[in-house]
């Protein structure tokens, strides 16, 4: 999650952090590529930090770009490719449209079964679930539900698996994916995100099926309700059939 720290305070910490792993890589014998990796991997750990998804980026950039002006280790031109492939991995390209690493804040749902109650056993959807920040607050609502995670970037679905090991979390494509099995999909998108939920909510889900969203309407129609995460953010609750 963000640090509540002025920023360039998070960008400078994580990038002397991903300096030390480096040099200590080096003095454990590890090869130059293999510690330029590690530490570029950490660096993109760090760019969690980030308040906002350019900030995330600079953070994850900024040691293999300074390794690289430094001219302190020298590698074929080929090896400056593989922070770039890790990179990509983290934050795919086509995820930048949607929202990359955005968590959702811990209690941001609290409440939420109170006011849309499911069955036992009711299938929820995180649709874009990062780091499983928003599969547990999930949990927290609906302990009974079976809950789903979809995330498009291969690390961050290994690391989700890995952190809610009771949710069933897969890769692939949240706009492709179908969303009609689901009582319940979450979303913590970007307002230009929206409109396309919105279509697909119209076209996949089910009469008595739930949208949620944190933070940002569905532009066009009319909430059936909406509820106030402690730290002041709205959820945005749809019922379907959606009301213009």
């Known amino acids: 999650m963000p640090w509540p720290l002025p920023w360039p305070l998070p960008a400078l910490l994580a990038w002397g952090g991903a300096w030390a792993v480096f040099v200590l890589l080096l003095q ?7 510690a330029l990796l590690l530490a570029t991997a950490c660096g993109a750990a760090c760019s969690l930090w980030g308040a906002t998804w350019w900030r995330r980026g600079l953070i994850a950039a900024g040691f293999p770009l300074s390794l690289a002006l430094s001219g302190t280790l020298a590698l074929p031109a080929w090896a400056w490719l593989l922070p770039l492939a890790l990179f990509l991995l983290v934050y795919p390209l086509n995820a930048w449209r949607d ?20 069955a036992q056993g009711a299938r929820v959807l995180d649709a874009g679930c990062g780091l499983g920040h928003g599969l547990q ?22 690391a989700c698996a890995l952190r809610c090991p009771w949710a069933r979390v897969c890769q692939g494509d949240i706009w492709r994916a179908d969303w009609s099995p689901y009582a319940l999909v979450y979303l913590f998108q970007r307002p230009e995100s929206m409109p396309r939920a919105l279509a697909k909510a119209r076209a996949q889900m089910a009469p008595g099926s739930w949208l949620v969203s944190l933070e940002f309407e569905v532009p066009g129609v009319l909430a059936t309700g909406r509820l106030e995460a402690p730290d002041g953010r709205p959820v945005w609750l749809y019922r379907m059939p959606l009301t213009p």
């Not at 990359?100 to 109650?117: E, I, S």
């Open 99 to 118: 929202a990359p690493l955005f968590p959702t804040p811990a209690q941001a749902l609290q409440g939420l079964a109170a006011v849309v109650p499911l």
């Open 137 to 158: 607050a999930l949990r927290q609502a609906y302990p009974q539900a079976e809950l789903h995670g979809l995330e498009w970037s291969w690390p961050l679905r290994a």
């Open 28 to 34: 454990l014998g590890l090869p130059g590529i293999a």
